[in-house]
């Protein structure tokens, strides 16, 4: 068991940024641990695959090219990882907690009989002492366990953050979302080994039993994760109308509009907008917190900001703990004075 996995999620043939921001986050557990970093690329036209990811540090690219293994269908893919590891025996697997992550985590969990820990948001590698039973004194005998992966994400709806260990299966595996992670280009000429393998050897015939006839992909309609700028809105608000101050403030100060999960399920805005564990990861230069409570899967979607500003008439709100400036007050009142000042001062 020597090397930190990922798989690399690819659409058409470019390697998608989750898997990109996990292979930042896959070096740095590999040198904790003093392993290699690998990373598994399937997909159809993949030549020159590797000068997209070997510069985040990878040492071993395992390519699988072939017609039938794009688009993603479930039996493939599966079959490729789940083969691919019983030779390999890999300490770690990480991929993205998207559509396809979703489907495939699952099934190479079940099928090895690993661990599988869904929506991280932080990875660490620690030790722990766990109980494994009793002596013939019926005194607890404690085991030690050292280089395991802490797979941390909120619980119980985002009122605990819970830190999951998976002690003695193998591989340890994680699915994080896209944005929760850094991406980092470690070295532009990093220098690693390619493995092209057969294909046939690893998916039989019998596994492509879905043939994806015809595809549409809507691109989102806003672009939260690339805003320099956020505004965004909670259950505070009070109103889908008041929500509309939001968008005024945004055209104003050029910047996108968020969601906290609360205000969508309360119908103020729709779903695409919404920020958190639920929703989307961002990091902006500057994020406006309007009527923000600030629960744990909410902070976990937006605490890596530049500067976090909270407009709040509870001065004990948790997100004022985490923001750098306070403005106590309600959002009718603070929020058309904000647009009436940038209104006059903007050029």
């Given at each position: 068991?020597?090397?930190?996995?990922?798989?690399?999620?690819?659409?058409?043939?470019?390697?998608?940024?989750?898997?990109?921001?996990?292979?930042?986050?896959?070096?740095?557990?590999?040198?904790?641990?003093?392993?290699?970093?690998?990373?598994?690329?399937?997909?159809?036209?993949?030549?020159?695959?590797?000068?997209?990811?070997?510069?985040?540090?990878?040492?071993?690219?395992?390519?699988?090219?072939?017609?039938?293994?794009?688009?993603?269908?479930?039996?493939?893919?599966?079959?490729?990882?789940?083969?691919?590891?019983?030779?390999?025996?890999?300490?770690?697997?990480?991929?993205?907690?998207?559509?396809?992550?979703?489907?495939?985590?699952?099934?190479?969990?079940?099928?090895?009989?690993?661990?599988?820990?869904?929506?991280?948001?932080?990875?660490?590698?620690?030790?722990?002492?766990?109980?494994?039973?009793?002596?013939?004194?019926?005194?607890?005998?404690?085991?030690?366990?050292?280089?395991?992966?802490?797979?941390?994400?909120?619980?119980?709806?985002?009122?605990?953050?819970?830190?999951?260990?998976?002690?003695?299966?193998?591989?340890?595996?994680?699915?994080?979302?896209?944005?929760?992670?850094?991406?980092?280009?470690?070295?532009?000429?990093?220098?690693?080994?390619?493995?092209?393998?057969?294909?046939?050897?690893?998916?039989?015939?019998?596994?492509?039993?879905?043939?994806?006839?015809?595809?549409?992909?809507?691109?989102?309609?806003?672009?939260?994760?690339?805003?320099?700028?956020?505004?965004?809105?909670?259950?505070?608000?009070?109103?889908?109308?008041?929500?509309?101050?939001?968008?005024?403030?945004?055209?104003?100060?050029?910047?996108?509009?968020?969601?906290?999960?609360?205000?969508?399920?309360?119908?103020?805005?729709?779903?695409?907008?919404?920020?958190?564990?639920?929703?989307?990861?961002?990091?902006?230069?500057?994020?406006?917190?309007?009527?923000?409570?600030?629960?744990?899967?909410?902070?976990?979607?937006?605490?890596?900001s530049g500067i976090i500003i909270s407009i709040n008439n509870?001065?004990?709100?948790?997100?004022?703990?985490?923001?750098?400036?306070?403005?106590?007050?309600?959002?009718?009142?603070?929020?058309?004075?904000?647009?009436?000042?940038?209104?006059?001062?903007?050029?």
């Open positions: 068991m020597n090397s930190v996995f990922v798989y690399c999620e690819i659409e058409g043939k470019t390697v998608k940024d989750v898997s990109l921001e996990l292979l930042t986050k896959g070096r740095k557990l590999a040198n904790t641990l003093g392993v290699q970093l690998e990373c598994v690329c399937a997909g159809s036209g993949l030549d020159g695959i590797e000068n997209q990811v070997m510069k985040y540090g990878v040492d071993r690219v395992h390519v699988f090219d072939a017609p039938g293994l794009f688009p993603y269908t479930s039996n493939p893919h599966t079959a490729i990882l789940v083969n691919l590891f019983k030779e390999e025996d890999p300490q770690i697997c990480l991929m993205g907690a998207d559509v396809v992550g979703r489907d495939l985590g699952p099934r190479v969990s079940s099928a090895l009989f690993s661990g599988l820990t869904a929506d991280c948001t932080e990875l660490e590698i620690g030790e722990f002492d766990m109980n494994v039973g009793f002596d013939e004194n019926k005194k607890p005998i404690t085991k030690h366990y050292e280089n395991k992966l802490y797979q941390i994400r909120p619980a119980f709806g985002g009122n605990i953050v819970a830190t999951i260990v998976n002690p003695e299966h193998r591989p340890q595996m994680a699915t994080v979302r896209e944005g929760v992670m850094k991406k980092e280009v470690l070295d532009e000429n990093y220098k690693g080994e390619v493995i092209r393998h057969d294909v046939a050897k690893y998916v039989p015939e019998t596994e492509y039993v879905v043939r994806v006839l015809d595809r549409h992909v809507e691109k989102a309609k806003h672009n939260l994760k690339g805003a320099s700028i956020i505004v965004s809105g909670g259950y505070g608000m009070g109103s889908k109308e008041n929500f509309d101050m939001l968008f005024d403030l945004a055209k104003e100060i050029h910047a996108e509009v968020g969601a906290s999960r609360a205000a969508v399920d309360a119908g103020f805005v729709d779903h695409d907008r919404q920020i958190g564990q639920t929703g989307v990861t961002v990091r902006p230069k500057v994020y406006i917190a309007c009527g923000i409570s600030g629960q744990i899967q909410h902070i976990a979607g937006m605490q890596e509870d001065p004990n709100a948790p997100i004022n703990t985490i923001a750098d400036y306070v403005i106590n007050g309600t959002v009718e009142e603070v929020i058309p004075k904000m647009i009436k000042y940038y209104k006059k001062n903007s050029k």
